[in-house]
């Protein structure tokens, strides 16, 4: 399970405090320490820790007295808010063009998820908003992702816009646009091409793919098992195409956390959803909040 080392050595570390009647700063200071260290072994980006533990010790120290809560329990408040806050504080919700359809840019490197989670989200997107998506096929330098797109799009039993492997993918972009609008679909969900690396040639593609359809929403898949790369590929997708979310796929798998409690702080971007497994209806929006309530038990 996700988190299982950090939850069980925070949970471990909190216990000490929930009953205390008195915290003294000397308490404050061992937990913070123990925060730390629970948060690195994580792999959460050591200035992430750094800043989060100062503005914890400050606020646990300076805590205001709350009559309904034992000393102890305010200051897990306060590493509860803190942690919130860290991984974005509100759900942040996906936008709707005034003037549909909403486009929205899916790109990231190769086996984060991409192609999955575009099949996933226009599930998502007609499920719970009852949307109608258009699935476009961009990535025309790996055969077997039109393919896998192609197949996606049947078992949901959806339309999938593609021109195989010749066409340039921003003119595939530009048609599939045209055919949204012809058709009426309220939603354009382009599954660009990936690579290893980051790399300038498939940059340039994106970034005209970006000027070309004008996107809504330009979302980052990474893979929450890549722990800090995970953080690096989003700082450089972000720099380059000022991405405007993140969803962070396999966090069904047994990763640290380090990437779900680092993207935000570093980027600035928020991760709006969770890839939960391999199947079509296994993506769940980003709380912020039940998610630091479950490291924190
Ligand atoms: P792409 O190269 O980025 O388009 O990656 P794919 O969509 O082909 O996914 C790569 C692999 O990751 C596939 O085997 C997917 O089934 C798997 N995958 C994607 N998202 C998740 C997830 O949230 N959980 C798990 N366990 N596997 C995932």
Redesign the pocket.
Known sequence: MAFEGLADRLQNTIKKITGRGKVSEQDVKEMTREIRLALLEADVNFKVVKELIGRIKERAVGQEVMESLTPGQQVIKVVKEELTELMGGEQSKIAVSDRPPTVIMMV?L????????TGKLANLLRKKHNRSPLLVACDVYRPA?IK?LETLGSQLDMPVFSMGTEANPVDIAKKAMEKAKEDHHDYVLIDTA?RLHIDTDLMEELEQIKATVQPDEIFL?VDAMTGQDAVNVAESFNELLDITGVVL?????DTRGGAALSIKAVTGKSIKFA????KLD?LEPFHPERMASRILG
């Open positions: 990231g190769q086996g984060a998820g991409k192609t999955t989670t992702a896998q990936g898949v796929t396999k966090l069904d798998g890839g939960m497994g391999e296994q």
